[in-house]
């Protein structure tokens, strides 16, 4: 599971103690909603000459994704991208242009979304050039350069006008829209030709609930309808996929040469077999080698994993992060996971759901190296894994958070003046410049460490019994879990922190956010559909309402704008002690129906008079909601007869070049 990052494009966090250097140049690019940085891999040069081969080798595995992604996010795709980058290296004309200015524009983005849709509301992107500006650069660029496919100019100009112009033709990435098909409504390229009950109806056959040890059904497979039956194609080598999956495999085998360790180069070699097999039983043999390897300073991952681009929540979406441990700040993480025990055994839900023996919880200070696919441009700061509920309660898991990203984070939000604008009142901003940049990592380790690692499902029940409202509920969970132990004093105890007044700013910071300035991503008129901003949305709004009586949190409208102001920081924990146990109850038991009203009551719904207020203040601030990375540039040095003599890291690149360049060398699927 994935914590995205919320503060640093929401709050201005506090700038303390940051690791990067106050002369590197972040800003790259800045277009549409969207604000392009770049991040420092601090330490790199420290490795040993093995430790950056390997690296080497993995961040080569972690680019050949990248078109996997692109086709799996919108079947057009790749299509699009590559008839986008034709019209820009062929353009001749007057670069000031509107129309080329707007094409730019829409261009950058499509490279941003992995696809034509937002990679957040998961909308279609609107084009501001017009349809006869694009009919005559198109005609411009030679038909060789095109993906034609055999399709005629005719008919291929039609289907580019239908899938870029019409707003109705694929509208939505994923749909979460209550009471609708999900599946046929969602324009994402994980099914086809099928039904969200035929999907449904199959999964519920092939599944063994009397299995103890279930594989994640879906994570690797398309679903379609063959000869009128419905059937599963697997991405895998000689598969779906094939041509990536072949340059990725090979890759990892390189990796696997210079591996730090015999557990380490076993677990390569698992993956390995995982893609050429497409076996899900290898890959959760694959996970559990993963999660049990902790002695190794260089890590990955590499695969299909997370399902948020699923509306079933099944199929994993491609990519992959590369990292090296972060010594000095792991010792805040290790203190978490080493106390486990305690966190779980006096966790404030029913006992029934409590694992009464947690195993295998480890946690690291990562810094990341290279970011691809789901992980890139817009990447998490925090992720804990295996996903697979079994594999967690018998063999743990492994939390990481991404220090120099969240370092990248904060550099460019401070000084924004969005704390000043949207806070209560200076105590407030006080409070977050001092505590917010420690208590924002804090809850990302509670969170990825202990919240998703945390709890059991009972006999019986399926992993996937919540369906679509499955991801928004366990982000949920594990929100919830870090917020009520921010504040317990067995952090203090640790030494984790000093200040018993940290987790306030925390607090304060996230029902700020859930309440009111996350709306700053949402257009006019839209619900809340992304399951990270629904889950703090129903954390916000149920808090806010079942506090009503008491006045925990209220909001304050003063001179004709609207605040949170939290009265009673020890009463809001104990409502999110509550909230806690009730969203532990449904997962632990499989209570769809509690679930799907709890999401829906107070997760998605957005109060217009509220909303448009949030966006007028937000855009006197100039601030880009969405913020993503440029990847550094890794070069290998090689001596007179081939062999790799170091390798070096490089900054310099600029949004356009490394796009451009990713699409040029790491291709696979459109060669």
């Given at each position: 599971m994935k914590n995205l990052i919320i503060g640093a494009a929401m709050v201005a966090l506090s700038t303390t103690a940051m690791a990067q250097t106050s002369d590197f140049n972040y800003n790259v690019d800045r277009f549409a909603d969207i604000e392009v940085l770049r991040y420092q891999v601090p330490g790199f040069e420290d490795l040993s000459l093995n430790q950056k081969k390997l690296v080497y080798y993995l961040q080569e595995a972690a680019l050949q994704g990248r078109d996997i992604l692109f086709d799996q996010n919108c079947k057009y795709n790749l299509m699009v991208r590559q008839t986008l980058e034709a019209i820009y290296k062929n353009y001749a004309g007057d670069k000031q242009d509107k129309d080329y200015q707007a094409f730019m524009v829409y261009l950058k983005q499509v490279w941003f979304g992995n696809g034509i849709h937002h990679h957040y509301s998961c909308d279609k992107f609107t084009p501001g050039f017009t349809q006869n500006w694009f009919d005559k650069q198109l005609a411009a660029v030679p038909a060789a350069q095109l993906p034609l496919a055999g399709a005629t100019m005719q008919a291929f100009t039609a289907t580019l006008h239908r899938v870029i112009f019409d707003p109705t033709f694929m509208a939505k990435r994923v749909n979460q829209a209550d009471g609708e098909d999900l599946i046929l409504t969602s324009a994402n390229n994980m099914y086809e030709g099928v039904t969200q009950q035929e999907v449904e109806a199959y999964f519920d056959k092939i599944k063994d609930p009397s299995d103890p040890t279930p594989v994640m059904y879906g994570l690797n497979t398309k679903v379609v309808k063959e000869n009128g039956k419905v059937v599963e194609k697997p991405y895998k080598l000689g598969g779906i996929y094939s041509q990536a999956i072949e340059k990725i495999v090979y890759w990892l085998a390189m990796a696997a040469t210079v591996a730090e360790n015999p557990a380490q180069r076993a677990y390569i070699d698992r993956l390995v077999e995982f893609y050429v097999t497409g076996s899900l039983k290898t890959f959760d043999e694959y996970s559990i080698m993963w999660a049990e390897e902790t002695k190794s300073d260089i890590d990955f991952i590499n695969g299909f994993i997370e399902s948020y681009g699923d509306p079933l929540g099944m199929t994993g979406s491609w990519e992959s992060i590369v990292n090296f441990r972060n010594l000095a700040a792991s010792h805040r993480t290790a203190l978490i996971s080493d106390n486990a025990q305690y966190f779980e055994s006096n966790s404030p839900v029913d006992n029934r759901f409590k694992k009464e023996n947690v195993k295998g919880v480890s946690a690291k200070v990562i810094n990341a190296a290279i970011l691809a696919g789901d992980s890139y441009p817009s990447t998490p700061i925090g992720i804990n894994l295996p996903n697979s509920n079994w594999i967690r309660a018998a063999h743990g898991s492994k939390s990481v958070s991404l220090e120099n990203i969240t370092d990248a984070y904060n550099q460019v939000a401070a000084g924004?003046?969005?704390?000043?604008?949207?806070?209560?009142?200076?105590?407030?901003?006080?409070?977050?410049?001092?505590?917010?940049?420690?208590?924002?990592?804090?809850?990302?380790?509670?969170?990825?460490?202990?919240?998703?690692?945390?709890?059991?499902?009972?006999?019986?029940?399926?992993?996937?019994?919540?369906?679509?409202?499955?991801?928004?509920?366990?982000?949920?969970?594990?929100?919830?879990?870090?917020?009520?132990?921010?504040?317990?004093?067995?952090?203090?105890?640790?030494?984790?922190?000093?200040?018993?007044?940290?987790?306030?700013?925390?607090?304060?910071?996230y029902i700020m956010n859930g309440l009111l300035t996350q709306l700053t991503r949402i257009e006019p008129g839209k619900d809340i559909e992304e399951a990270h901003m629904r889950n703090r949305k129903f954390i916000s709004e149920w808090c806010y309402e079942h506090g009503k009586r008491d006045k925990v949190i209220e909001l304050v409208k003063r001179g004709g704008k609207t605040y949170v102001k939290v009265n009673d920081y020890e009463k809001l924990r104990k409502l999110f002690a509550q909230l806690l146990a009730e969203v532990q109850r449904i997962k632990s038991t499989g209570d769809y129906e509690a679930g799907r009203a709890l999401v829906e009551t107070y997760g998605v719904k957005v109060d217009p008079t509220i909303h448009a207020e949030i966006l007028a203040r937000y855009k006197k601030l100039n601030i880009a909601p969405y913020k993503g990375f440029v990847n550094p540039i890794y070069t290998a040095v090689t001596d007179e007869m081939g062999n790799i003599t170091d390798v070096t890291i490089s900054y310099g690149e600029n949004y356009v070049d490394q796009m451009l360049r990713y699409s040029r060398d790491y291709s696979p699927l459109t060669k």
């Open positions: 924004t003046g969005f704390n000043e604008e949207f806070a209560f009142s200076k105590k407030e901003v006080e409070l977050m410049r001092k505590h917010l940049a420690l208590a924002d990592k804090l809850h990302t380790d509670l969170h990825e460490c202990l919240g998703h690692a945390s709890g059991k499902l009972l006999p019986g029940v399926d992993q996937d019994a919540l369906k679509a409202y499955g991801s928004t509920l366990e982000e949920g969970r594990a929100d919830l879990f870090a917020l009520y132990y921010l504040a317990d004093p067995k952090l203090i105890e640790l030494g984790i922190f000093t200040d018993p007044d940290t987790y306030k700013a925390e607090y304060y910071k």
